[in-house]
């Protein structure tokens, strides 16, 4: 591969909330063929925080996210996780969310949320339990032996989240998990996720391409370049919890907006014209 990129640590690397690191890349690339999707990626991931990843299509977002969930190995470089650094080791450590529900319609939304604790060698009557005590906080009391065709998309994903949840310890991996909705149920998940992230304390890792949904719901943001995905940025963010929608309008907060948009659209332009990025 090229030479490699090191993520900027910053200042504030260890204030975002955390007791210790929980996920580190150390210099990690990653090839198919002669396509380079990462190359030279390093940054860490304090326990209990929750880091933002935006930028380009095919940059290599979804890929470390594989990486780190132990479905796919690095070619270079290591990726820590717990302790773990094995591709076997880091394997159902963490619980990931792809973009669409993945619902199976012959289980109900109860069926659904306990596929993952089932795989694990959980009973089902255990299984159950654990999800039924989650339902109502996730908006779906009621809704237990529903069938998916049933449910608009907003409740799929709920469900859909409620099956990562229960399926993690503390470790989870949502690629764009709202990205398949129309904009006002987006909107309204997200503010539902903003406000269940203080309760879960879980170590989160969020890719998305909304900037807002970033600054909502992450401490710190990573911009990735175009591939090989590269670290071109990264930002804290600084809200209070719990956060809220309106927010979002700060003067500090558009500024760093604005400051994010641009490198995005500053590597895209490279892309696109052959520039560096």
Same mark, same amino acid.
């Given at each position: 591969? @090229?030479?490699?990129?090191?993520?900027? !640590?910053?200042? &504030?690397?260890?204030?975002?909330?955390?007791?210790?690191?929980?996920?580190?890349?150390?210099?990690?690339? /990653?090839? $198919?063929? =002669?396509?380079?999707?990462?190359?030279?990626?390093?940054?860490?991931?304090?326990?209990?925080?929750?880091?933002?990843?935006?930028?380009?299509?095919?940059?290599? /977002?979804?890929?470390? *996210?594989?990486?780190?969930?132990?479905?796919?190995? !690095?070619?270079?470089?290591?990726?820590?996780?717990?302790?773990?650094?094995?591709?076997?080791?880091?394997?159902?450590?963490?619980?990931?969310?792809?973009?669409?529900?993945?619902?199976?319609?012959?289980?109900?939304?109860?069926?659904?949320?306990?596929?993952?604790? !089932?795989?694990?060698?959980?009973?089902?009557?255990?299984?159950?339990?654990?999800?039924?005590?989650? $339902?109502?906080? $996730? @908006?779906?009391?009621? $809704? &237990?032996?529903?069938?998916? +065709?049933?449910?608009?998309?907003?409740?799929?994903?709920? %469900?859909?989240?409620?099956?990562? %949840?229960?399926?993690?310890? =503390?470790?989870?991996?949502?690629?764009?998990?709202?990205?398949? *909705? =129309?904009?006002?149920?987006?909107?309204?998940?997200?503010?539902?996720?903003?406000?269940?992230?203080?309760?879960?304390?879980?170590?989160?890792?969020?890719?998305?391409?909304?900037?807002?949904?970033?600054?909502?719901?992450?401490?710190?943001?990573?911009?990735?370049?175009?591939? #090989?995905?590269?670290?071109?940025?990264?930002?804290? %963010?600084?809200?209070?919890? #719990?956060?809220? *929608?309106?927010?979002?309008?700060?003067?500090?907060?558009?500024?760093?907006?604005?400051?994010?948009?641009?490198?995005?659209?500053? +590597?895209?332009?490279?892309?696109?014209?052959?520039?560096?990025?």
């Amino acid at each position: 591969m @090229g030479e490699q990129s090191v993520g900027v !640590q910053g200042t &504030e690397a260890a204030a975002s909330g955390g007791d210790g690191v929980g996920i580190a890349f150390d210099r990690v690339g /990653k090839a $198919f063929g =002669d396509v380079v999707a990462l190359d030279g990626v390093t940054f860490r991931i304090e326990r209990h925080s929750r880091i933002g990843i935006v930028g380009p299509s095919g940059g290599g /977002k979804s890929t470390l *996210l594989q990486l780190t969930a132990g479905l796919l190995e !690095q070619d270079t470089g290591s990726i820590t996780v717990e302790g773990e650094t094995t591709m076997q080791g880091r394997l159902g450590r963490c619980a990931m969310m792809p973009q669409r529900d993945l619902l199976l319609p012959w289980r109900t939304a109860l069926g659904n949320a306990i596929a993952g604790l !089932q795989a694990q060698g959980v009973s089902r009557s255990e299984a159950m339990a654990r999800a039924r005590a989650l $339902f109502a906080e $996730f @908006g779906l009391a009621g $809704f &237990e032996r529903a069938w998916p +065709a049933t449910l608009s998309g907003g409740m799929r994903q709920r %469900v859909a989240f409620a099956r990562t %949840v229960l399926a993690a310890s =503390d470790l989870l991996l949502l690629d764009e998990p709202f990205g398949a *909705l =129309d904009a006002l149920t987006r909107t309204g998940l997200q503010r539902w996720l903003a406000n269940l992230w203080e309760r879960l304390g879980a170590t989160c890792l969020l890719v998305t391409h909304d900037l807002d949904e970033a600054l909502l719901l992450a401490d710190r943001i990573y911009v990735l370049s175009p591939r #090989p995905g590269t670290i071109r940025l990264e930002r804290a %963010v600084p809200l209070e919890r #719990p956060r809220r *929608l309106e927010m979002l309008a700060r003067p500090e907060i558009v500024a760093l907006k604005g400051e994010l948009l641009a490198s995005l659209l500053d +590597a895209e332009t490279g892309a696109m014209t052959g520039g560096a990025a």
